[in-house]
């Protein structure tokens, strides 16, 4: 994941995976401090309809859903391997999260 900052104070986040690359102009967001800390944030997804906000923390083995438009922490769900690409169904039911060094990709249901 890189940051990028201009002099403007204008930001530009960009995540790239092995599954595609994700840009997200932050010139209009305010920025907010999450509520938990993170480790080692390795992938972000945005639900389907722009509300959640998915991230893998890769070394504290979790996934972590954020409210996109006010930063609060969600849900905090543990992953047993480390979490590492992330992707939404189409309807934003259900979430794909890859796991490092267990070669696997589990089915989070994250309806509510």
């Not at 102009?25 to 800390?37: F, N, Q």
């Not at 991230?55 to 083995?61: I, L």
């Amino acid at each position: 994941m890189i940051m990028i900052r201009s002099r403007r104070r204008n930001s530009l986040l960009i995540s790239i995976t092995g599954m595609g690359m994700a840009i997200m102009c932050l010139s209009a967001v305010p920025w907010k401090k999450p509520a938990a800390a993170f480790r080692s944030p390795y992938d972000l997804a945005y639900s389907p309809d722009g509300k959640t906000l998915a991230v893998s923390d890769r070394t504290a083995c979790r996934l972590l859903l954020m409210d996109a438009a006010s930063g609060k922490m969600l849900d905090e769900i543990p992953i047993e391997g480390e979490p590492t690409g992330l992707v939404w169904s189409p309807d934003g039911k259900a979430l794909y999260v890859s796991e490092h060094h267990a070669g696997a990709v589990v089915e989070i249901n994250v309806a509510k």
